[in-house]
C-alpha cells in the first residue's frame, strides 16, 4: 500500500540579496517559539493520483504589531501551479506572536512515499 505524504524540509535558506535583515527562517521563529499558528498544506489527491511533486520557498509578511500575516510571496515555485495554492492556503493561516516576526521564509517539500 501506498501512503502519500507532505514532507515539510527546515532548511537553512540562504537570504538573497532582495530579503532584509527582518528576514528569519522557519526553523529559528519555530525555536524561539514566535508563531502562534503554523497551518501545513494538504497533499491534494489529484497531485498524488497524478504523481506531481516539488519544493518551494515561500516569504510570509507580517504586521509587527499584531502578528497578523500580510502577504505569501512565491520566492521559489513547487514548479505545479496546484502545489503552489495549496501551500499558499494553508501558509494564510498562519499567526504569529505580536511584536515578533516582520517576515519568514518557509521550505514546502511535497514528494510521494512508500510505506
Do not use: C
Not at 508563531?35 to 504586521?63: C, H, K, M
Not at 516582520?102 to 510521494?112: K, S
Amino acid at each position: 500500500m501506498r501512503l502519500s505524504l507532505i514532507l515539510l524540509t527546515v532548511v537553512t535558506v540562504q537570504l538573497s540579496s532582495a530579503a532584509t535583515p527582518d528576514t528569519m527562517s522557519e526553523e529559528e521563529a519555530i525555536r524561539q517559539d514566535l508563531l502562534v499558528v503554523a497551518a501545513r498544506p494538504d497533499y491534494p489527491y489529484e497531485a498524488r493520483r497524478q504523481r506531481w511533486t516539488g519544493s518551494g520557498i515561500f516569504e510570509l509578511t507580517f504586521n509587527y504589531q499584531t502578528g497578523n500575516l500580510r502577504e505569501v510571496h512565491v520566492v521559489k515555485s513547487t514548479g505545479v501551479r496546484m502545489l503552489d495554492g495549496h501551500a499558499i492556503g494553508a501558509l494564510k493561516l498562519w499567526k504569529a506572536k505580536p511584536r515578533s516576526v516582520h517576515n519568514i521564509l518557509v521550505p514546502i517539500t511535497f514528494i510521494l512515499s512508500k510505506h
